[in-house]
């Protein structure tokens, strides 16, 4: 069986506040976009799980959240893990993009139908909190705003195929210090932190304040994106390190990502997308 796992971004991402747990209280709305990584599900005649990736530095035991999602899932359910998954990552790491979630999601999607469980998403949705803040979202495959640590979603009915331009440099940032870093950082002058209105939505994240304090060029991005003429608006995604164009045309990608590149470089991960409705 053969599983696509779409990347996300945040299009509103709202910190309320640090919870008695340790996690930050949040409001976010989230949309699914078509970037992809592959999960390939096979059953084995004997053994234990075989779990291969074709990007070099992912963890291949118990560290991936695949390999985790699917150890879960069986001794919950009472099944051996006799399958083979194979991981094609699409999806860069520490982007902001929800590769490693999304992956873990699509994982337990795939076992229900491998092993015709046919569970509730509900139960789903429980196994997913036990893996990550952001696994829940995915298992509902639409946009959705987002509450508590990431474990409340609500659907989002109608929502738009928006183009978009991504970009991430060639550096990550770290989830946990990002958050660490929230409440006691600053803005940096003529940076625009405040809502961007589009046909997405209202654009806002306060994780913006910490990451472009620390990673300047990125506030440089933000700038350079916004001021043009293809841009609805401009924002960090997550955590980043991915920053995300929403364009007024899907044509308009091509002419922004050549501008880019001449001004910038080309040692960039880009791509050209669209929010999934």
Known sequence: MRWLAPAKINLSLKILGRRADGF?????????????DTLEVDPKADGDLEFLCDS??????DGNLVVRATRLF???????????????????????LGGGSSDAATTLLALDSFFQTHLEREVLVELAAE??????????????????????????????????LLIKPPFGVPTP??????????????????????AAGNLINDLERPVFQKYV???????????????????????GSTLFAALRTKEA??????????EFGTQ??????????
């Open 24 to 36: 930050h209280e949040l409001r976010s709305l989230m949309a699914p976009i078509s970037v992809f």
């Open 56 to 61: 070099p530095g992912i963890p291949l035991d």
């Open 74 to 96: 069986c001794s919950t359910f009472g099944f051996l893990p006799q399958l083979r998954i194979a991981l094609s990552k699409e999806i860069p790491h520490g982007a902001g």
């Open 131 to 164: 893996l990550g803040s952001d696994v829940p979202f995915f298992l509902y495959q639409s946009a959705a705003w987002i509450g508590g640590r990431g474990e409340r979603v609500s659907p989002v009915a109608g929502f738009a195929a928006v183009p978009l």
């Open 177 to 198: 210090w990002a958050y660490s870093q929230w409440s006691q950082s600053d803005e940096i002058p003529g940076v625009h932190y405040g809502e961007q209105s589009t």
């Open 217 to 239: 060029l990125l506030a440089e991005l933000k700038r350079w994106l916004c001021s043009q003429p293809e841009v609805e608006g401009a924002l960090l995604s997550g955590s």
């Open 253 to 262: 990608g091509q002419s922004l990502r050549k501008r880019f590149e001449n």
């Open 268 to 277: 960039w991960w880009v791509r050209h997308c669209e929010t999934i409705p």
